[in-house]
């Protein structure tokens, strides 16, 4: 891209999307988007609603207005969907996305939606991409399964350029020749996207694959991949979706998937607060230990280049590098004195007694 854009100003940083009062893209927590794929009731959205809280889901998501490719398939429950998904959402205390598939109904999803999505068949809808960016909401630009990583780009441009800024990418897979799955998931191409721009990433594994078999593999791969979330479609009765139902999962599903993910639980719940938290020293340890066997393997290395152990200077650097990168979350304090205390262990695997140190 020759021209000065928006979309590409301050890449490698991170620009956060906030929507509503609870779910931020772009901080070191993916944003979890769960729900059906269609509202097809006001019961079959709040049990999903309900099941997508109590799993932990940040944000819950269902069409109302659907790009259906045949006309004459349900095609959603417009407006009446709409009130359905906004109730459900506000029963559970979570903001709600949805998608608009015409420029003229962008102000009345913009008051029912937390965020506004434009799904990958209008990815070039240019009339649509400046009333959606004049909305005043968040958008979510899904990647059309035919445009490049740049024309995806130009596409999030049309909104910035109306003056929002608050924009999520989202990749659902693109048509390649494969028809195992329904699309292919370009997880590089999402990558990609994510080193040029400083928006949010994220990734819909359901659409991209079709199979719902497939859809928590590559909901573990795109959060693997540093992406800044995922967008998963879940139902109460999975095979009775009115649409896309071979790549719904269940609300048990989606539940284990949670865990699997090891994401801070989203409740009040002092027992669930607790059980996030235990899993995270889990992991916590688990990456300890992991480092911990690779400072034994440095110290080899360092033994047989005649190197001392102590290297003062890389540790200093590794302190300063790492003291202001709390997220807000750690004081700078706070940081170096677990990490002094890491470096001190990892001196001790190497071999090294504490009484040569000095600094
Ligand atoms: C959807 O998320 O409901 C949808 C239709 O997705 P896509 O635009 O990616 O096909
Ligand atoms: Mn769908």
New binding site residues.
């Given amino acids: 891209m020759a021209e000065e854009l928006l979309v590409t100003a301050g890449a490698g940083q991170t620009r956060q999307v906030v929507v509503g009062s609870f779910a931020r893209f772009g901080t070191a927590t993916p944003v979890v988007i769960a729900g059906p ?2 509202v097809e009731s006001d019961r079959q959205i709040h049990q999903a609603a309900e099941g997508v809280a109590a799993a932990g889901g940040h944000m819950l ?1 269902g ?1 109302a207005f ?2 259906r490719t045949s006309p004459y398939a349900f095609q959603g429950l417009g407006a009446e969907g709409l009130r359905h998904l906004r109730a459900a959402g506000a029963a559970v205390g979570l903001p709600v996305v949805t ?1 608009v598939l015409d420029a003229q109904d962008v102000g009345l999803v913009a008051e029912h939606a937390d965020m506004l ?1 434009i ?4 990815m070039q809808n240019f009339g649509l991409l400046r009333a959606a960016g004049r909305s005043g909401r968040p958008i979510l630009l ?2 059309a ?1 035919g445009a490049t990583v740049d024309e995806w780009l130009h596409a999030a441009e049309y909104i910035l350029a109306e003056g929002n800024d608050q924009v999520v990418l ?1 990749e ?2 693109i048509r390649s020749f494969e028809p195992h799955t329904r699309a292919t998931l370009d997880l590089a191409g999402a990558v990609a996207a994510r080193q040029r721009t400083s928006l949010p990433v994220i990734a ?1 594994p ?2 991209a694959t079709g199979r719902r078999e497939l859809v928590v593999p590559m909901a573990c791969a795109a959060v693997a991949s540093g992406l800044d979330g995922i ?1 998963v ?1 879940v139902h109460p009765d999975p095979d009775r979706s009115v ?2 139902a071979a790549q719904t999962i269940s609300i048990e599903a989606f539940a284990a998937l949670m865990r699997r993910l090891h994401l801070p639980a989203r409740t009040s719940d002092l027992a669930g607060l607790r059980d996030a938290v235990d899993d995270l020293d889990e992991e916590i340890l688990r990456l300890l230990a992991q480092r911990m066997a690779l400072s034994a393997h440095i110290g080899d290395a360092k033994r047989s280049c005649g190197l001392p152990v102590f290297q003062p200077g890389r540790e200093r650097a590794i302190l300063e590098r790492l003291a202001d990168r709390g997220q807000g979350h750690l004081r700078p304090a706070a940081v170096t004195a677990i990490w002094t205390a890491i470096l001190s262990e990892s001196r001790a695997r190497q071999g090294h007694a504490p009484a040569q140190e000095t600094r």
Avoid: L, M, N, V
């Fill in positions: 794929c269609s998501r069409g659907k790009p998608e999505q799904g990958a068949r209008s899904k990647r399964a989202c659902r897979g819909d359901s659409h967008i479609e649409s896309d």
